[in-house]
């Protein structure tokens, strides 16, 4: 019995067992590729081939989503948590600005550290900028009592039912409200140094 014959590709005139074949001159040029033999890439070619940008947020709305998530879980878990527990509005609202101004210090604060894309560009968005000093963590809770200060007559004037996310809101509202102030402040006094040290020359 006759055997047969490998089938011709009539295109190109290669049987079809030649496509199995491995070229391993181009294997071995694979395996021995280093930074010296290997030929150059321009960058245009590597934006091709390379990962899709991903999605960047600016400072500024980083800081605001990361305020408004923390402050509004303050608000869920003591102003909605403890209000069975605690029956004086004055003593809640008084808890809940504790610990407002400790996840402040503890918390956001570092997470917005975490967050910069380059150093110290967070800090415009804090009242207490201040790395690991003993007095922030006072100074926050204090702080923190006047932004609740303030939402409470943000409430009373609104006529509003307390709930996180409009908490959230409105606390950071006020909190970034509060820190443009300083820094409008600072560059009142800054200016106001400044043109006293120009006319005393």
Known sequence: MATRQPEKNTEKGKSTADYYKLNTKAIEELVSANKE????????????????????????????LIKIWL???????????????????????????????????????????????????????MMLPQKKKFYTLP???????????LDITTYALLRLDVEPVLFGVITTLWDLALIEAKHLIKRIVADAREKAGNTQR
């Open 37 to 64: 033999n290997s030929p150059a890439v321009s960058p245009k070619e590597f934006k091709r081939y390379g990962a899709k940008k991903h999605l960047t947020l600016s400072q500024w709305l980083k800081a605001l």
């Open 71 to 125: 402050s509004g879980a303050v608000c869920y878990f003591f102003l909605w948590g403890l209000g069975a527990y605690i029956r004086s509005s004055l003593d809640l609202w008084l808890v809940t600005a504790a610990a407002l101004g400790f996840v402040t210090d503890l918390v956001t604060n570092n997470i917005l550290r975490l967050a910069e894309k380059d150093e110290g560009a967070s800090a415009r968005y």
């Open 139 to 149: 100074l926050n809770v204090l702080y923190a009592c006047v932004l609740m200060a």
